[in-house]
């Protein structure tokens, strides 16, 4: 299991940062969820980069996604990967399905 958390700075400019669940104890209880849900992806999402439009945890199920930031960083999350996406603001990431996946998305109030 990985834990990645993708950002941006203040020049809008898209980070990936590997996490350790030690280092932050405030991702093993989640409050202010505004939304849970369960999706399943046929393979065929590629995505330019996009900010979201609320930060979101997201815990890989099955499959494997790529996640591009715009400094250059890639990495590919697989089942049982988390990642953390607070980019919502400036370029945003990247996103290509590699297989179909599933995922659990955690919606998270500010």
Known sequence: MAIY???SDADGESHIEDLKLEDHP???VLINVSEVRVQEFDG???RDFNPLPERRLIIHLSGEVEIGA???AKRVLRAGDIRLM???TGKGHSHDDLTPS???YVLLND
């Open 5 to 7: 958390r993708v950002f």
């Open 26 to 28: 405030e991702l093993g």
């Open 44 to 46: 065929s999402r590629h």
């Open 70 to 72: 715009s400094d250059g």
């Open 86 to 88: 607070e980019d919502v």
């Open 102 to 104: 599933a995922a659990v």
